[in-house]
T-cell receptor, first 115, second 114 residues
Framework: KQEVTQIPAALSVPEGENLVLNCSFT??????LQWFRQDPGKGLTSLLL?????REQTSGRLNASLDKSSGRSTLYIAASQPGDSATYLC??????????????FGKGTKLTVNP | GAVVSQHPSRVICKSGTSVKIECRSL??????MFWYRQFPKQSLMLMAT?????????EQGVEKDKFLINHASLTLSTLTVTSAHPEDSSFYIC??????????FGAGSRLTVL
C-alpha cells in the first residue's frame, strides 16, 4: 500500500529565505508526482508535475526534484514571500491492484512566511 | 484555463438530512471525476472515481450507499451524502481529469453536520 509522508508538518520562516519541503513515498512504482498548494478553505492548485522518468521540474521560484528509486521528492522555494504561505501537498499517482489509477496524498506541510 | 466549479462551498445541515455537492467542469469535458475528503490534519483521501455513464468506483472503506455519486454528463458529477451525521463533517473536494495527467480541482465544499 502506497504511503506518502511529508516533513516537516509545519514550517515558519522569515521572508526572503530559501526553503525545502520534503516528501517521501513507500512504493516507487509511480506514474508521476505532483506538488499542490492549498490555501485555507480553498481547493488545490497544482504547482509542479514530475513524470516518473523525469528528475526535476521548475516553475518560477519553485523547483521540484524526484528520486524515484529512493522514494523521495523535494520542493525548493527560493526567496520566499508572505504570499507563499499555504499548505503544500505532495501526491503520487499510482495504479491500484484493481487496475484503477489513484492519487495518494501526504498530510501536507503548512508554510508560514513572516514579513 | 480549465476551471472546475464546486457548489456549495459551504453547507451546514442537521443530522439525518441529505446533502448534494455538485462538481462541474466549466470549459472542458471530463470523462472521469474524482471525489476526495479531508478531515482536519489528515491527508486528502480519495473516496471514489466517477466515470460518465457508469457506476462509480469506491475506495475501500467508503460506503457507496451513503455517498451516492452520479456522473450524468461529461461536465457534471454530484456527490450526495445521505443521512448525514456529525462524523461526516469534512472538506470534500472534486477533481476532473483532462487527458491522462491533467487534473483540475474544485475549490472544495465544507460540510458541517450538526
Amino acid at each position: 500500500k502506497q504511503e506518502v509522508t511529508q516533513i516537516p508538518a509545519a514550517l515558519s520562516v522569515p521572508e526572503g529565505e530559501n526553503l525545502v519541503l520534503n516528501c517521501s513515498f513507500t512504493d516507487s512504482a509511480i506514474y508521476n508526482l505532483q506538488w499542490f498548494r492549498q490555501d485555507p478553505g480553498k481547493g488545490l492548485t497544482s504547482l509542479l508535475l514530475i513524470q516518473s522518468s523525469q528528475r526535476e521540474q521548475t516553475s518560477g521560484r519553485l523547483n521540484a526534484s524526484l528520486d524515484k528509486s529512493s522514494g523521495r521528492s523535494t520542493l525548493y522555494i527560493a526567496a520566499s514571500q508572505p504570499g507563499d504561505s499555504a499548505t503544500y501537498l505532495c501526491a503520487v499517482r499510482t495504479i491500484t491492484q484493481g487496475g484503477s489509477e489513484k492519487l495518494v496524498f501526504g498530510k501536507g506541510t503548512k508554510l508560514t512566511v513572516n514579513p | 484555463g480549465a476551471v472546475v466549479s464546486q457548489h456549495p462551498s459551504r453547507v451546514i445541515c442537521k443530522s439525518g438530512t441529505s446533502v448534494k455537492i455538485e462538481c462541474r467542469s466549466l470549459d472542458f469535458q471530463a470523462t472521469t471525476m474524482f471525489w476526495y475528503r479531508q478531515f482536519p490534519k489528515q491527508s486528502l483521501m480519495l473516496m471514489a472515481t466517477s466515470n460518465e455513464g457508469s457506476k462509480a468506483t469506491y475506495e475501500q472503506g467508503v460506503e457507496k450507499d451513503k455517498f451516492l455519486i452520479n456522473h450524468a454528463s461529461l461536465t457534471l458529477s454530484t456527490l450526495t451524502v445521505t443521512s448525514a451525521h456529525p462524523e461526516d463533517s469534512s472538506f470534500y473536494i472534486c477533481s476532473a481529469a483532462r487527458g491522462a495527467n491533467v487534473l483540475t480541482f474544485g475549490a472544495g465544499s465544507r460540510l458541517t453536520v450538526l
